[in-house]
């Protein structure tokens, strides 16, 4: 089993930075890779940016937060980061992380372990 607990969310200023933090315990051998997800209210949800924890390669970043957002890690620590910076009301959304073993997806159903959530809130 893999647990995975997210931090770091809040309510932020556009143009303002937040970092999450997604920790990951239990069968980390089965969560080389790991995804952050996030979901508007009437929205589907969206991959944001993937990594593998063994070689600290990303994966993908969705178009829309290119440039913007980073993905990184702290192996000491198992915990991947997303570094959230120029943020716009658009960014507003529950932010999940989500670990699975093997080749990384964009898509959300291909992940089997899942974190509660952290809410980002972006106000214009």
């Known amino acids: 089993q893999v647990q995975v607990v997210e931090s770091g969310g809040g309510s932020v200023q556009a143009g303002g930075s937040l970092r999450l933090s997604c920790a990951i315990s239990g069968d980390t051998y089965s969560s080389n890779c790991i995804s952050w997800f996030r979901q508007a209210p009437g929205k589907e949800r969206e991959g944001v940016a993937s990594i593998y924890t063994g070689s600290g390669r990303t994966y993908f970043y969705a178009d829309s937060v290119k440039g913007r957002f980073t993905i990184s890690q702290d192996t000491a620590k198992n915990t991947v980061f997303l570094q959230m910076s120029g943020l716009k009301f658009e960014d507003t959304a529950m932010y999940s992380c989500?670990?699975?073993?093997?080749?990384?997806?964009?898509?959300?159903?291909?992940?089997?372990?899942w974190g509660q959530g952290t809410q980002v809130t972006v106000s214009s």
């Open positions: 989500a670990a699975r073993r093997g080749v990384c997806f964009q898509e959300s159903y291909m992940y089997n372990y």
